[in-house]
């Protein structure tokens, strides 16, 4: 299984950039993606999930309105479209994919891919 994040960059405040997490060795549409950021000296948090039936669930108040997350499980991958961008956004976005069968749990991540958002 693997999940590769990219579209991450340098981006100036207001800016927008889309990321895309595309997965491979792992039937795409059966998973639960959610979008993780770790800000430096800080934990990992979630900020956006997307379920398999295509339920959204944000986490964080302060990217709602301005994050948005969509599937596309014909091509297998997860995108976050990030806009009105501030320097707090400044991170590290991770993917990850979850599956939760019977009594086993699936989880699978990314290795992330660097935002940051600077004048």
């Known amino acids: 299984v693997q999940l590769a994040e990219s579209g991450g960059g340098l981006a100036q405040p207001g800016g927008s950039l889309r990321l895309s997490c595309a997965a491979s060795?792992?039937?795409?549409?059966?998973?639960?993606m959610t979008w993780y950021r770790q800000a430096p000296g800080k934990e990992r948090e979630p900020v956006v999930r997307?379920?398999?039936?295509?339920?959204?669930?944000n986490f964080i108040d302060s990217v709602k309105g301005r994050f948005i997350i969509s599937r596309d499980n014909a091509k297998n991958t997860v995108y976050l479209q990030m806009n009105s961008l501030n320097s707090e956004d400044t991170a590290v976005y991770f993917c990850k994919a979850r599956l939760s069968s019977g009594f086993r749990e699936y989880v699978f991540w990314g290795q992330g891919t660097q935002v940051t958002v600077s004048s």
């Open positions: 997307i379920s398999s039936s295509g339920g959204v669930t």
């Open positions: 060795g792992l039937t795409f549409s059966r998973y639960d």
